[in-house]
């Protein structure tokens, strides 16, 4: 009893521990994807304002040359992930929200031409702050574990920050992109952990990762022994760690207030291959055109991680990963507990897709609550989700808000532990819907 206790305030409050299957890609390095065809590039990419295209139908564009210009201060640039032609500007259908959005259309030559633009900006050492937010904004750099909120908007921080905090702990089952990205480009990741503390004003950097990734652990504690402002925090598995405000809590023991953000507590939180990003654009020059993707689960035929150029077909990757196995099969675009399930497979990677995974498709019979309490032991935002099953029954969305549903993550512990398999986090999606329309 104790020890249950005692697991449940393990960093944070609550969360789980659900199988994770990263042995199947956990052990495999990253493998460049084969150049698509083409790409299909979408526009909304990222939180906030879609970009508005800058190229024309029947242009010549390069890789790396920006095909979009950010639309408002929170909206990303996109760049062209090949050398092509572009061959349509039109609504495509949208990998997220599964809604038809506008997309520029590239087929490739096959030739990777450098557009002029992607040159090294200089030493880090010589670039000031605002140069190098002004770096990551031009490359359209963006969250890239889930989110895709622009990067340069957490720099420009209007508070005080004393921490840039990377996520490296990746605990959803299935993926290991990250683990990858940490293993493969471990200098890349501590060059932009560096950048991101400069750019910020920040006189600490974290690295967090879980337990389970020992080899990561051993890497980056040794690639940081000489390095006194940057500490790796080994954290205990527990999903969901790498959500900003556990990890936050984890690390600093701080608590983010309610509708906060983490530079309420002078941090900023950012993905491991975030830092990888930032290190290209300011290394290299390159925008943020491809990213380190895991293509797994136990129905998949091939799991692996690749290094994925933006904008191609999902359905091709899957191909080329030998196809799924059986006819139940579900797939998803990041991993089983926050990711989304895709129903039309000709749909395009974004910058902020980390896996494609194919597991069995579970089919739950919905009972009545039986008030047991479950949901409240494991929800990490300790919020009494039994309420919203029922609030949501009855469209009592002012009772969801006095029990403050807009503070839910949507991490769906509540609905893996639910005795009754009530699809608890569909009920409180409507429920923050139904809220944000002031109904
Ligand atoms: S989905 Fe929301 S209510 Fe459920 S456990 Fe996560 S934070 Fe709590
Ligand atoms: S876990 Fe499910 S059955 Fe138990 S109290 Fe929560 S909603 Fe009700």
């Given at each position: ?48 304002a ?68 992607v ?22 750099i ?26 490296g702990?990746?605990?959803?089952p ?29 006189p ?29 925090v ?5 999903y969901?760690?790498?959500?900003e ?7 600093m ?36 055109i ?54 039309n497979?000709?749909v ?6 980390n ?73 409180i ?11």
């Amino acid at each position: 009893m104790n020890a249950n206790r005692e697991e449940r305030y393990e960093g944070y409050y609550g969360g789980i521990h659900p199988i994770e299957y990263k042995e199947l890609s956990d052990s495999i390095s990253v493998v460049r994807f084969p150049d698509p065809l083409n790409v299909v590039i979408p526009m909304s990419q990222h939180a906030g304002a879609p970009a508005e295209p800058i190229v024309e139908v029947g242009q010549q564009v390069k890789m790396g040359q920006k095909i979009a210009a950010a639309k408002g201060p929170i909206s990303s640039a996109i760049h062209a992930s090949v050398s092509g032609t572009v061959v349509a500007i039109e609504p495509r259908l949208h990998t997220v929200s599964g809604l038809e959005t506008l997309a520029i259309v590239i087929q490739s030559d096959g030739k990777n031409t450098l557009d002029e633009s992607v040159k090294p900006a200089g030493e880090l050492d010589n670039l000031s702050p605002d140069e190098i937010i002004e770096i990551v904004r031009e490359k359209g750099i963006v969250g890239m574990g889930g989110a895709g909120f622009p990067t340069a908007v957490k720099l420009k921080s209007p508070k005080p920050i004393e921490l840039v905090l990377l996520n490296g702990c990746e605990c959803e089952p299935i993926l290991t992109a990250d683990h990858q990205v940490l293993l493969d480009y471990a200098d890349d990741v501590i060059y932009g952990l560096k950048a991101m503390m400069k750019a910020s004003g920040a006189p600490k950097g974290v690295i967090a990762i879980e337990d389970n990734k020992q080899d990561a652990v051993e890497l980056l504690q040794a690639k940081t022994a000489d390095i006194e402002n940057i500490e790796i925090v080994v954290a205990k598995t527990k999903y969901p760690q790498g959500a900003e405000k556990m990890l936050i809590k984890r690390v600093m023991g701080k608590q983010v207030p309610s509708g906060g953000l983490p530079m309420d507590v002078g941090a900023i939180v950012c993905n491991v291959s975030t830092a990888k990003a930032i290190s290209d654009a300011i290394q290299i020059g390159m925008p943020l055109i491809e990213r380190v993707v895991t293509v797994s689960g136990e129905r998949m035929n091939k799991p692996g991680n690749y290094l994925v150029k933006v904008g191609t077909s999902v359905k091709d990757i899957i191909s080329h990963c030998g196809d799924v196995k059986g006819d139940d099969v579900t797939v998803k675009i990041g991993g089983p507990m926050m990711g989304f399930k895709v129903e039309n497979l000709n749909v395009p990677m974004l910058k902020c897709s980390n896996g494609i995974i194919a597991i069995e498709t579970i089919v739950k019979e919905a009972v009545e609550c039986i008030k047991c309490g479950r949901c409240a032991d494991v929800c990490p935002m300790e919020l009494r989700p039994l309420y919203y099953t029922k609030y949501a029954l009855s469209e009592d969305w002012e009772g969801m808000k006095t029990q403050n549903v807009m503070d839910c993550i949507e991490c769906g512990c509540c609905e893996y532990i639910c005795s009754s398999k009530i699809p608890i986090v569909e009920r409180i999606k409507i429920g923050k819907t139904a809220i944000r329309e002031g109904k």
